[in-house]
């Protein structure tokens, strides 16, 4: 009995993803492309590739819901988050809204994908103030729900997001839908947010970048922002943009008067410069921010919900690391069938699924995805300090 509880409680965390690890030579984007070359030959242009099957050694030992979670609670130097409300003005809260934003960009394995998670899968884990809560509320198509708040400075962020990859020959492109928005309570105020898209080229030269435009708006301020997160295409290198380039403007929404002006690349340093004055800031520093990430530890096993992630794709993610291939496959085929067996119990008793922290409403083609509760409760698993 004690064996099979501990063997019950088994949890595997991989390490966040960080600037300094795409120089590992296995995640190289050269070193993978070999592995993916074979698949393409099986894949027709225009393919839907939402339910596609990749094998172990293409797989990153986390779920989605982690990358998802790592965005908000995984990060370096000063809480960005908490930031958003602690200043004064309006016009500082929405240059913070926005650095945030930025900080939730991260760098992406070309070829490389996370395990899509399972119905009802969650991720919860805190990281000194701020407690996020993730959760798949559908599996068809993957749509998943995310709740971070943050205790001293009261903000509310909530997320719905899913996905749609196409293959385009040459490159994937990851369509990402759904809303994010922020709320600073204390100041009474709501920050909309659009979804950056994902593009995964193999050709001419393989590598992953955040593209297509991102507005950041807040009716209560009259104030948005907009940011253009550049293609790294053959005509954007031709037009002098570089890789993971930035440009933006943040403006007066009824007026459409032009304060600030935003330039630099997300995974280095990026400026803003008042229009006005002619001052230029720096108000995002990528190597503060996302490099040395550590991975969150368990503070209180016994409290960790068995839909954790960490848990659900224990043996998995432990095969991948350790490369036993074999390992890793039967245990990725033994986490999916369950998750099978579990629909046929369903529709053979006539139930429905209902997510335990969230409501979800489809309306029309889009999902929208409400927290159950009004804030996210301390999680078991935590980042600590370096």
Not at 252 to 263: F, P, R, V
Not at 327 to 343: D, F, G, H, T
Request: charged letters at 25%; glycine letters at 6%; one cysteine or more.
């Amino acid at each position: 009995m004690a064996e099979e509880e501990k063997m019950r409680r088994h949890l595997v965390l991989a390490k966040p993803f960080s600037l300094e690890d795409e120089k590992d030579s296995e995640l190289t984007a050269s070193s993978v492309i070999r592995k993916i070359l074979s698949l393409i030959k099986t894949v027709r242009p225009g393919s839907d590739l939402t339910n596609f099957q990749l094998p172990p050694q293409l797989i990153l030992p986390r779920s989605r819901l982690q990358c998802y979670g790592e965005m908000i609670y995984s990060f370096g130097g000063q809480d960005l988050l908490g930031e958003c409300s602690r200043r004064k003005l309006p016009i500082e809260r929405l240059k913070s809204v926005l650095t945030w934003n930025i900080s939730t960009l991260r760098p992406v394995v070309v070829g490389m994908s996370p395990y899509n998670p399972v119905l009802g899968e969650t991720h919860h884990v805190s990281n000194g103030y701020i407690n996020v809560l993730t959760e798949q509320v559908v599996h068809h198509p993957p749509v998943s729900a995310l709740h971070a708040t943050h205790e001293k400075e009261k903000i509310d962020v909530t997320w719905c997001q899913y996905f749609t990859p196409k293959f385009r020959g040459a490159y994937v492109d990851v369509e990402v839908n759904g809303k994010r928005v922020m709320k600073l309570l204390n100041r009474k105020e709501t920050y909309e947010m659009d979804q950056p898209r994902l593009i995964m080229r193999f050709l001419p030269a393989p590598g992953a970048h955040w593209a297509s435009k991102v507005k950041i708006k807040c009716p209560e301020t009259d104030l948005e922002a907009e940011l253009h997160l550049i293609s790294d295409s053959f005509i954007e290198r031709f037009r002098g943009n570089n890789n993971r380039s930035i440009k933006g403007k943040i403006l007066e929404t009824s007026s459409g008067n032009q304060l600030y002006n935003i330039y630099g690349h997300w995974d280095r340093t990026v400026m803003a410069k008042n229009l006005k004055t002619g001052e230029v800031e720096v108000i995002y520093n990528a190597k503060d921010n996302i490099t040395g990430l550590n991975p969150p530890t368990v503070k209180n096993l016994q409290e960790v919900m068995e839909s954790e992630s960490a848990m659900v794709w224990s043996e998995v993610s432990e095969g991948i690391l350790k490369k036993d291939w074999e390992r890793a496959r039967e245990a990725k085929i033994l986490v999916e069938e369950k998750q099978r067996e579990a629909l046929k119990q369903r529709e053979a008793s006539g139930e429905s699924w209902v997510p335990k922290h969230f409501s979800v409403v489809k309306k029309g083609k889009d999902w929208d995805c409400s927290p159950l509760q009004p804030t996210v409760p301390r999680a078991p698993l935590v980042i600590t300090e370096k």
